[in-house]
């Protein structure tokens, strides 16, 4: 089964072709990051407008580099939520179009579910059911994914997603956007131990998660020391917003595994590219008996490879979605 996917959520315009949900023919990524930097986030308008020019060249290079014809395809999957609504919408025009020209199916795709068959794309023996973080721009989860097709949300963020505050603390510290991975890199050589930035745990929901407190306190810190003139040690607090960050999303997610007794965990989304977290992870999961499953870094952030995944294993079970699928900006995992 041959799936064409599309991605346009957020600021990058993906179209991949993908066999049997796991075996890559090509995946091409045309991010506008270099466009949304000058405003230190994504400006939704400015997004939509390049998914529109890039969506049709995207799509045939991703044709051409798997050797594929568009008549070759079963079906054509697109991500239809969560996400901009104006940028979902290019997406999901182009896949309606390409899916009733050919007269195959079309899959709308939940990104968030995408994100999660990341891991089917990159371990080929790999079956739920497991236990997977999702940590990304705009969301951190902590999910039972009980079957291809089922999942059920253990845990959630209450205020901001961790790839979120690690934008926001680039952003304050002056590093640029998108923050995670320049956080990451000074961190390198910072001292995670030279601030105690909080770490929030809920006791009526254990797998929550609030990472806005944990913003504030190091937004906190960088303007007192301005006040003091003091030189700003932008390696030590990444270092140390990057621990705490780390340790609560680490401990929520071994213990959700520990308590639904699954011997596997993945991880997935943006901010499961960052290299502490996974080794962090692996430490964890190791002294609990439990395998950890990772993306490579290119099947982390937002590519159409992950919703070409997820779009087979509704294909299988013929899920089909209606000519008047619509966007769903804040659709929510599990939900349609
Ligand atoms: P969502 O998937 O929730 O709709 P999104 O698609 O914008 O949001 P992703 O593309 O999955 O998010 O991930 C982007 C996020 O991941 C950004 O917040 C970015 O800072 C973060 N990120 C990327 N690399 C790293 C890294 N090495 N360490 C920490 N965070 C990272
Ligand atoms: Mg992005
Ligand atoms: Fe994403």
Redesign the pocket.
């Known amino acids: 089964i041959i799936i064409l996917g599309i991605e346009t ?4 315009t993906s179209a991949a072709v993908v066999v049997n949900g796991r075996r890559v023919l090509s995946n091409i990524i045309a991010t506008q990051v270099n466009l949304h930097a000058e405003y230190g986030g ?1 400006v939704p308008e400015l997004a939509s407008r390049k998914h529109v020019e890039a969506i049709i060249p995207v799509i045939d290079k991703a044709c051409r580099e798997a050797g594929v014809e568009l008549k070759e395809l079963d079906a054509v999957g697109v991500t239809y939520g ?2 901009l609504v104006g940028a979902l919408l290019v997406g999901l025009s182009a896949a309606k179009a390409i899916a009733f020209a050919l007269g195959k199916p079309l899959i709308g795709v939940n ?2 579910d995408g ?1 999660i068959c990341a891991n089917y794309i990159a371990h080929e023996e790999l079956e739920p059911p497991f236990i997977c973080l ?6 951190s989860h902590i999910v039972n994914v009980v079957d291809y097709k089922k999942t059920v949300v253990l845990g959630r963020t209450r205020d901001d ?4 505050a ?2 926001k603390i ?1 952003r304050v510290l002056g590093l640029g ?5 320049k ?2 890199k000074k961190a390198l050589e910072g001292n995670p131990e030279a601030f105690n930035f909080p770490r929030v745990k809920f006791k009526d929901s254990p797998y929550d998660f609030s990472f806005s407190g944990l913003k504030t306190a190091v937004i906190n810190t960088v303007h007192q020391l301005e006040q003091k003139n003091e030189k700003i040690p932008v390696e030590d607090i990444c270092a140390s917003f ?1 621990k705490a960050v780390v340790d609560v999303l680490v401990e929520n997610t071994v213990e959700a595994a520990v308590n639904a007794k699954s011997q596997k965990v993945c991880i ?4 499961s ?5 996974r080794q962090s992870l692996e430490k964890a999961c190791s002294e609990a008996g439990i395998e950890l499953f990772y993306p490579p ?1 290119g099947l ?3 590519n159409a490879a992950m919703i070409a995944s997820a779009a087979y294993f509704s294909y299988v079970e013929k899920d089909f979605a209606p000519e008047c699928l619509n966007a769903i900006p804040g659709l929510d995992l599990g939900e349609r």
């Open positions: 959520s957020c600021d990058e994504v969560p996400g990104h968030i994100h999702v940590a990304s721009g705009g969301h997603a961790a790839g979120e690690f934008d680039a956007y998108p923050g995670g991975p956080v990451e990057q997935a989304g943006g901010v590219a960052n290299t502490f977290l870094l982390c952030t937002d």
